[in-house]
């Protein structure tokens, strides 16, 4: 997967842990905490999500990669980067 | 081999059985009784539909809400709002006999009654909500607090005290006399800040949600299936043995059957023995009426009523019930969509205290008696609050304690459980976990939220 596509299986991800959020103007640079409205519960669903759909695994001492849209594409391309999209 | 079994299809285990299977786990729930639901099931009798639980969903935030814990379990089981069909309360009310506050889910009416009825406490009371903990803030050290010293030190006439810890106690406190403080902002957000609600078609329409997801998702469920004991090896639970005989085994087991009795289940003696399961059951009078209670003049949605000035929250020391206090119930009294229509019966329901043992105690022909005689005491109570409805009684029943131990196998049929929580929802027993009731929450939003993160922390985490 190129950065690009990673940055849309994330945004897939986004929109079903939160439906009714409006991801259209997500700034890739802040923080997601504080843009949408997102618990730990809903933090934990992005990891968990990752595994179902991609099979990647994010040990627990890599969950402070995945604040921001581009600080998780970062994080996921060495990863993501042999799986097709 | 499964990833996980659960114990206990209520709306914990089902809950929790929803997150393992959407996560690809290999789960299956065993349930003893012949359908789900637990401590909220429902059933059918000469005709009609009932519900055992369910006097109001609370928690309830309109649609389109982020916050709290209803729009987080919606986000959390991938469900939508319009798939739970709330409808919210019309107007309840807390009753005492010379005063009364009226509340419904826009907290300035329960400010504007504060200020009407106790206009010297108002500044009080705002101060009290303005220091509720909130949900992410509980810690154990301050959960255990005492809740009528708190009070005390903020409310200065008693009698607001009472007023406000009778409905704050009734849908959720498992201990005597005082209640956890933590326990305490958990169930005024839950009933004042945030809301009542019921479905139309009753809490069945949940459970069929919650189930039709389980299922969909590849999960199991076996009805009929009590499970007899939990096998452990080496201080791990490696299966259980089923009531039929047959065994299961399971890289994790979590159950929602209550603490003392799962401990009771894996033979844990040395915790049984330590902790003390809940004293606190009900009675419920229930009655079909040929009118609609609106036309009787009752338009409330619940009323919880106490016949003096002080408020007792206790197993009844010397009777069956105790019919001081009790919560008046009426499903119709919900603004239901026009689409809905009416409900096709008038149906009032009365909840009061009542002892296990003394009910347990009683032979069949007693039983029979008793229950007709504390069904007519516990309607001459709740009467003083609201339009006598007993000309317009076309049918009735009634559960006890008794009926709730047969139905849950809880201990002393306790609604809300142990008296203490196990909050990180571990054992003894490195694999094995607690949810539901004796995790914490209670309540159908409570145990539902309570499946759902002994589910994430447990079961999902590192698998
Ligand atoms: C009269 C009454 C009124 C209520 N009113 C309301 C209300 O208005 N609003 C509200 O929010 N909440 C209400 N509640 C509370 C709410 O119903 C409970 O808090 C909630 O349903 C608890 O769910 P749970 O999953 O923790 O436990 P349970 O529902 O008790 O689930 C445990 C399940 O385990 C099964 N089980 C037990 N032992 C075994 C075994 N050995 N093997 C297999 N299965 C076993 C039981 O049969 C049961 O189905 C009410 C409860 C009662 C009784």
């Known amino acids: 997967m190129t950065p690009a596509e990673i940055r849309d299986a994330v945004l897939d991800i986004l929109d079903t842990i939160n439906p009714d959020e409006d991801l259209s103007s997500l700034d890739d640079e802040k923080e997601f905490r504080d843009q949408l409205d997102m618990d730990s519960m809903d933090f934990l669903d992005i990891v968990m999500e990752l595994r179902k759909r991609y099979r990647v695994q994010v040990p627990e001492e890599d969950y402070d990669n995945l604040v921001s849209m581009n600080k998780t594409v970062a994080y996921l391309e060495p990863k993501m980067k042999d799986i097709s999209a | ?463």
Not at chain 2, 144 to 155: K, P
Request: glycine share 8%; aromatic share 10%; net charge negative.
């Open chain 2, 1 to 463: 081999m499964y990833d996980s079994i659960i114990i206990g299809a209520g709306m914990s285990g089902l809950a929790a059985g929803i997150r393992s299977a959407y996560y690809d786990q290999k789960v299956c729930i065993l349930e003893r009784h012949n359908t789900i639901g637990g401590l909220n099931s429902f059933y059918r009798l000469r005709g009609r539909n009932y519900d055992v639980g369910l006097h109001a969903v609370t928690n309830f935030t309109p649609r389109g809400t982020r916050r709290g814990p209803f729009a987080r379990l919606l986000r959390q089981l991938r469900l939508t709002w319009d798939e739970f069909g709330l409808s919210p309360q019309l107007m309840s009310s807390i009753s005492f006999p010379n005063v009364e506050l009226a509340f419904d889910n826009n907290i300035d009416l329960l400010r504007s009654e504060v200020a009407r009825a106790f206009p010297n406490q108002i500044d009080n009371f705002e101060k009290l909500m303005d220091s509720l903990i909130d949900y992410d803030d509980l810690e154990q050290s301050h959960f255990e607090m005492s809740t009528r010293e708190r009070l005390s030190e903020v409310i200065t006439d008693p009698l607001l005290i009472e007023m406000i810890l009778c409905p704050v106690m009734w849908y959720g406190n498992p201990r005597e006399h005082d209640m956890d403080y933590g326990q305490f902002c958990i169930m005024f957000r839950a009933l004042f800040l945030e809301g009542l609600a019921r479905p139309f078609d009753g809490v069945r329409l949940i459970l069929r949600k919650l189930v039709r997801k389980f299922r969909e998702l590849g999960g199991e469920l076996k009805l009929r299936t009590g499970v007899q004991q939990i096998k452990i090896d080496n201080g791990r639970a490696v299966g259980v043995i089923l009531d039929c005989g047959d065994e299961m085994s399971a890289k994790n087991i979590l159950s929602s059957v209550g603490a003392v009795e799962t401990f009771r289940l894996c033979d844990d003696d040395d915790t049984t023995h330590v902790h003390k399961t809940g004293q606190l059951s009900f009675i419920e009078a229930i009655s079909t009426l040929d009118t609609y209670p609106s036309e009787l003049g009752h338009d409330k949605t619940i009323i919880f009523f106490n016949d003096s000035d002080k408020f007792h929250w206790q197993r009844p020391l010397e009777d069956l019930c105790d019919v001081r206090t009790g919560v008046i119930c009426t499903p119709n009294n919900y603004c239901y969509d026009t689409a809905d229509g009416k409900l096709p019966d008038g149906i009032m329901r009365i909840t009061a205290l009542a002892d296990f043992n003394r009910w347990k105690n009683l032979n069949k022909d007693d039983y029979g008696r008793q229950k007709k005689i504390w069904f007519n005491k516990v309607v001459d109570s709740a009467t003083q609050f609201a339009p006598d409805y007993r000309e317009h009684t076309i049918d009735t029943d009634m559960f006890t304690p008794q009926t709730i131990h047969r139905f849950t196998s809880h201990d002393n049929g306790a609604v809300y459980g142990a008296t203490r929580k196990w909050f990180d929802g571990t054992t003894n027993f490195k694999n094995l976990f607690l949810c539901g009731t004796d995790q914490g929450f209670v309540g159908i939003v409570g145990s539902i939220i309570s499946g759902i993160s002994m589910a994430n922390h447990h079961l999902l985490r590192g698998n």
